[in-house]
């Protein structure tokens, strides 16, 4: 058997493997976007806009942020800088899927896919894989995931204010959970990630309290935390660089 058809077999047994962990990200993403939806159609969207919104932009904050420009008729050039702000610690969490990536089987055609994906959950469970993140996992948690963002924002839409706003608020929460689960189990199991976490929460907590740091922006809170706790913990516990098998 040829080395390209066993490739090809590695690469979809991989896209499979990413498929079933994208599955539970997109029962949460569909349950989610509602809010979003909702957003979207005080904005004045409609099912098509705020659908096709969701599937190229795939960022919660960056949504809520487009839509509330939207809403307020504000300018091009505003929505591309609430964008910017907003969505800036996808930056970083690129960077860092980025070295986890398996070099040999990562084109820049695969990298630019997956650049439109980077979201808070695919991107955790990315970069938890025990080994070499080949791009096909990633396109098949991409494949399952997005589709539940996007049908989420459009049902939103269409369904608009018969949801009461109790479950409105039930439904955003189910987003922040969702991020708590795919960090907990490694957590559980490496006692510095662990404190990296609990480093980080206290931090961000103390952030949004002091005075001085709770005018900044929250988006700009998250990246100078990001780029400080990281520095640090490569500091205290080093990584040894890894070797791409050949």
């Known amino acids: 058997m040829s080395r390209n058809v066993l490739e090809r077999k590695s690469n979809m047994s991989e896209y499979r493997r990413g498929v079933k962990s994208g599955v539970p990200v ?7 976007s509602f809010s979003l939806g909702l957003a979207a ?3 004045g969207l409609s099912v098509i806009s705020a659908s096709v919104s969701s599937l190229l932009l795939n960022a ?13 008729s504000g300018s091009i050039v505003q929505a591309a800088v609430a964008e910017l702000v907003a969505n800036m610690r996808y930056f970083l969490m690129s960077c860092a899927l980025s070295e986890k990536l398996d070099r040999n089987k ?3 055609v695969h990298r630019l896919v997956m650049g439109l994906a980077v979201t808070d959950e695919m991107f955790s469970i990315g970069v938890m894989q025990a080994k070499a993140l080949n791009p096909w996992f990633y396109f098949g948690m ?11 924002t459009g049902l939103g839409v269409a369904v608009g204010n018969i949801i009461g706003s109790r479950l ?20 559980v199991n490496d006692k510095k990630v662990a404190a990296v976490v609990i480093v980080s929460a206290v931090l961000s907590m103390l952030m949004s309290l002091i005075p001085v740091f709770s005018g ?20 205290v516990f080093p990584v040894k660089e890894r070797t791409d098998e050949k």
Request: hydrophobic share 55%; proline share 4%.
């Open 142 to 152: 991409m494949s399952v995931a997005m589709p539940g963002w996007c049908v989420g």
């Open 106 to 108: 990562t084109g820049i």
């Open 60 to 72: 919660s904050a960056g949504e809520y942020a487009l839509f509330s420009v939207i809403s307020e």
């Open 168 to 187: 409105q608020s039930a439904l955003g929460v189910s987003l922040y959970g969702m991020f708590i689960a795919s960090v907990v189990p490694v957590s």
């Open 26 to 32: 997109c029962l949460g993403y569909l349950a989610v």
């Open 41 to 43: 159609r005080r904005a």
């Open 216 to 235: 900044i922006p929250e988006s700009v809170r998250v990246i100078l935390l990001t780029v400080l706790i990281a520095a640090v913990a490569a500091l």
